[in-house]
Every structure is written in C-alpha cells, then in structure tokens.
C-alpha cells in the first residue's frame, strides 16, 4: 500500500503561521492599547481595528480580554526577565555581587527605556487594589521586589549602597523606571525625546550612582 504524505501538511503549516502571525498582530494592538489606555479602557472591539482582524478572533484565541491581558503581561515580563539573564551568562568572569546587582540595575533600566508599555501597565494597575494587581503581584512583582530588595542588602553589608530599607531601595528603582513611561510630557518639557540614547545612557548612569555611590558619574550630555 503506498501512502501519501506531504500534501496534507503544507496546508496546515499555513494554518499555523497564519494563526501565530495573528496571535502576534492581536497581541501588539494589545500592548498598546492596555498601557495608553489600562485594562477597563482598552476595549476589545479597539483591540481588533487596530490589529485589523475581526473581533471574534480574540476570543477564538484568548478567550477574554482578561486572558488576553495576561498574555501581554507575561511576554513582557519574561522579555525583560530574558533580557537580564542573557548579559548574566555573558557576563566578565569574577565579577562580584554588587557587579551583578550593578549589571541587573542597569538592563532592567534599559529595558523599561526600549519597552516604556511595562511601565505603564504596572502604573495603571498598581494604583488600587483588585484581582488584576493581586495576579500580577503573584506571577511577576513579587518575585522582582524579592530579587532586587536581596541585591540592596548584599551591596549594603559590602559599603556599596547607602543604609536604608532594601525595600524602599528597590521601589526607588522600579519607580525610576516610569519616567520612560512618560515620554509625551519628557519631551514637551526638555525638548528631547526620552528614548534618545544619550538620555537614557546618562540617566541609567546616574540612577547608578546614586543606588551604588562610587561608580564615576558622567558629565551632563543635555
């Protein structure tokens, strides 16, 4: 008996990519719709236009908008989180703990500078309390504040960091982090645009300075 094989599959590998590359189009119109606007602004209706695919396609793939949120939130999330553990591994050898710290200090920021949506999303929900936030506190900001509130602490028993809660040190970094979420207002007021690399550069390195005093402050570039 001689099988065929081959032309059925072709058929469905379109299918797939067609429905990973609309996966990615609903998921883009998504991200910014969710950090412009916040969960209850964003509509899905608003979501669809701006993917330009119809309506019911988010909810043949995501189910809700709540569903869809979260899917958002987690790529975002494990992307800055990829990010952060790949200059980890590419890391000098020897360096010491607050090397490390000084290094996740450092690409968070840069981060939070080339994905300013993150930002936004964690000011709109972190501003009262309700299911949203208590999920994003279990699946993402708790372990975060845990890591960066343990790196404070290592660098302050080494003299690196000034004395102080280790957990209002790490919301000064998360907090610093949404001035990149507020571009429109940065630019309108300084006339530069806050993505500009010597902007980001210079502020990462001051931020830098001031959460591990001893590292060389650079001369103002703006």
């Given at each position: 008996?001689?099988?065929?094989?081959?032309?059925?599959?072709?058929?469905?590998?379109?299918?797939?990519?067609?429905?990973?590359?609309?996966?990615?189009?609903?998921?883009?119109?998504?991200l910014?719709a969710?950090?412009?606007?916040?969960?209850?602004?964003?509509?899905?209706?608003?979501?669809?236009?701006?993917?330009?695919?119809?309506?019911?396609?988010?909810?043949?793939h995501?189910?809700c908008k709540?569903?869809?949120?979260k899917?958002?939130?987690?790529?975002?999330?494990?992307?800055?989180?990829?990010?952060?553990?790949?200059?980890?591994?590419?890391?000098?050898?020897?360096l010491?703990?607050?090397g490390h710290?000084?290094?996740?200090?450092?690409?968070?920021?840069?981060?939070q500078a080339?994905?300013?949506?993150?930002?936004?999303?964690?000011?709109?929900?972190?501003?009262?309390?309700?299911?949203?936030?208590?999920?994003?506190?279990?699946?993402?900001?708790?372990?975060?504040?845990?890591?960066?509130?343990?790196?404070?602490?290592?660098?302050?028993?080494?003299?690196?960091?000034?004395?102080g809660s280790p957990?209002?040190?790490?919301?000064?970094?998360?907090?610093?982090?949404?001035?990149?979420?507020?571009?429109?207002?940065?630019?309108?007021?300084?006339?530069?645009?806050?993505?500009?690399?010597?902007?980001?550069?210079?502020?990462?390195?001051?931020?830098?300075?001031?959460?591990?005093?001893?590292?060389?402050?650079?001369?103002?570039?703006?």
């Amino acid at each position: 008996m001689i099988v065929m094989v081959g032309h059925s599959e072709e058929p469905n590998r379109k299918v797939k990519r067609r429905s990973i590359l609309t996966r990615r189009k609903i998921e883009e119109a998504a991200l910014q719709a969710f950090s412009r606007a916040g969960f209850l602004g964003a509509s899905t209706r608003e979501i669809a236009k701006a993917a330009g695919v119809k309506q019911q396609l988010i909810t043949y793939h995501y189910g809700c908008k709540l569903s869809l949120w979260k899917t958002v939130v987690d790529e975002l999330f494990s992307a800055c989180r990829d990010r952060i553990e790949f200059k980890m591994r590419d890391a000098p050898q020897g360096l010491d703990g607050v090397g490390h710290l000084r290094l996740v200090v450092q690409e968070f920021l840069m981060f939070q500078a080339e994905n300013p949506q993150l930002s936004r999303v964690l000011l709109h929900e972190g501003a009262c309390r309700g299911p949203r936030l208590n999920w994003l506190i279990e699946h993402h900001t708790r372990d975060l504040f845990s890591l960066a509130t343990q790196g404070f602490q290592l660098a302050q028993m080494s003299g690196f960091t000034p004395q102080g809660s280790p957990i209002l040190l790490s919301y000064i970094l998360i907090g610093s982090a949404h001035m990149f979420g507020q571009g429109a207002e940065f630019a309108q007021i300084t006339g530069r645009e806050v993505t500009d690399k010597e902007v980001v550069e210079e502020y990462v390195e001051l931020l830098l300075t001031m959460l591990l005093p001893g590292t060389k402050r650079p001369s103002p570039r703006f």
